[in-house]
C-alpha cells in the first residue's frame, strides 16, 4: 500500500492517506509532551515501544470481542488503521485515584475505588481538554445517547480486559484515556493507541511507575518503563 499525503500530525503521531479511502497509516513519533504540550521532549525508541504495545494490545482486544480501528502492524512506527471521525471526546477510565483527579476534587492520593469510574473530556487542546458530563456531550452534539451507552460499556469491558491482562503480568491498570470514531458506516469504534502514553501502569510489587508519568514527575528511566511494559507483554527483551 502506497502512502498518500500526510493528513494530520498531531503531539505523538502522524496520519497518512493511504490508495484506500478507508484506511490510514500511522506514524508514531518519539516525542513526548505532557501538560497539553507545555512540557517536551525527543526520545529515541520511544515510537518504536508505542507501536508494538498498541498494536499487542489492540490485537489482544479484538480475541477479546472488542473490535478496534486497528488493522495491521507493518514495521516498528506504522501502523495500518481503519479511518473514522473522531468524536471530540476523551474517555478516561480509573481504577485508583491519582493524577488530575486528586488535583481537581482534592481526594486523596492512591486510594482503590470501589468501581471504575468513568470521565469524559471535551477533546480540545486550546481549552485544555476540559472535564465534561454526559449531557454537555449530548446537547452540543459531540455524541449521540447510543453512541455515549455503547462507549462507555467498550471502556468498561476494556478496563476489565486490560486489568487481568497486567495484574497476570505483574502490572496494576491504574487508569487510561481511550478514544472513539464513526467508521464509514456510522458505527463507533475503539481508536486511536493504548500505550504507556496513554495509560498510568503501577508495578504490583514494587508501586513503581512504568508509563509517562516518569516524564511528567521528571522519575528519570522513561524508556525503561516503555521498554518494560513491551517485556511484559511480550516475552521480549527489545
Ligand atoms: P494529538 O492530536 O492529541 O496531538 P496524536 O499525535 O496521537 O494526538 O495524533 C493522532 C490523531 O489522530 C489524534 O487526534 C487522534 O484522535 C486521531 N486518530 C486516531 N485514530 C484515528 C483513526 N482511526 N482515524 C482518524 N483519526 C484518528
Ligand atoms: P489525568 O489524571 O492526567 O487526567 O490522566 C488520566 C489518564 O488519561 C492517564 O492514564 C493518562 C491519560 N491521559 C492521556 O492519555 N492523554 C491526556 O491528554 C491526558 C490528560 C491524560
Known sequence: METGKLLYEGKAKKMYETSDPDILLIEYKNSLTAFNAQKKAEMEGKGRYNTLISAWLFSYLAEKGIPSHFLKRLDDTHQLVK???????????????????????????????????????????????????????????????????????????????????FLSKGIVLVDFKLEFGRDSSGNVLLADEISPDTCRFWDSQTGKSLDKDRFRKDLGDVLGAYREIWKRLSGKEE
Open 83 to 165: 479511518k473514522v471521525q473522531i468524536l471530540p471526546i476523551e474517555v478516561v477510565v480509573r481504577n485508583i485515584t491519582t493524577g488530575t483527579l486528586c488535583r481537581r476534587l482534592g481526594v486523596t492520593e492512591g486510594m482503590k475505588l470501589p468501581r471504575p469510574l468513568v470521565e469524559f473530556y471535551l477533546k480540545d487542546d486550546a481549552l485544555g481538554d476540559p472535564l465534561i458530563t454526559e449531557d454537555h456531550a449530548l446537547l452540543f452534539g459531540w455524541a449521540k445517547q447510543d453512541e455515549i451507552d455503547s462507549i462507555k460499556r467498550t471502556s468498561l469491558a476494556v478496563n476489565e480486559i486490560l486489568q487481568d491482562l
